[in-house]
């Protein structure tokens, strides 16, 4: 069974940062694609941040691109996202997801495994 655990969620000013964790368990993540997404109230899910589980290759949606930077630790399991220059635009709750097939398409479709989330509020 797989399982996500987020954390590092939080209230920050903007211009400030954050770094968010996923712990993942439950199954080998060698040949997976993990990704990050967010949702604000009363609007869709989206694409953050993918990452193979190597690191080697990432891709961002173009609001977080320059600001948000996805990484693993593969001995503990463990996706990050760490966000600098923060906006109160980028204010929603955030998941962190898991594609075992390792496909690379950000389409929130493509994960059936998520996390719980974990809320960012940025204030202006």
């Known amino acids: 069974q797989v399982q996500l655990v987020e954390s590092g969620g939080g209230l920050v000013q903007a211009g400030g940062s954050l770094r968010l964790s996923c712990a993942a368990s439950g199954r080998t993540f060698s040949s997976s694609t993990m990704g990050w997404f967010r949702q604000a109230p009363g609007k869709e899910r989206d694409f953050v941040a993918l990452s193979t589980w190597s690191g080697i290759s990432t891709y961002y949606a173009d609001s977080v691109k320059g600001r948000f930077t996805i990484s693993r630790d593969n001995a503990k399991n463990t996706v990050y996202l760490q966000m600098n220059s923060l906006k109160p635009e980028d204010t929603a709750v955030y998941y962190c997801?898991?594609?075992?097939?390792?496909?690379?398409?950000?389409?929130?479709?493509?994960?059936?495994?998520w996390g719980q989330g974990t809320q960012v509020t940025v204030s202006s």
């Open positions: 997801a898991v594609d075992l097939a390792g496909r690379w398409r950000s389409s929130p479709s493509n994960f059936a495994y």
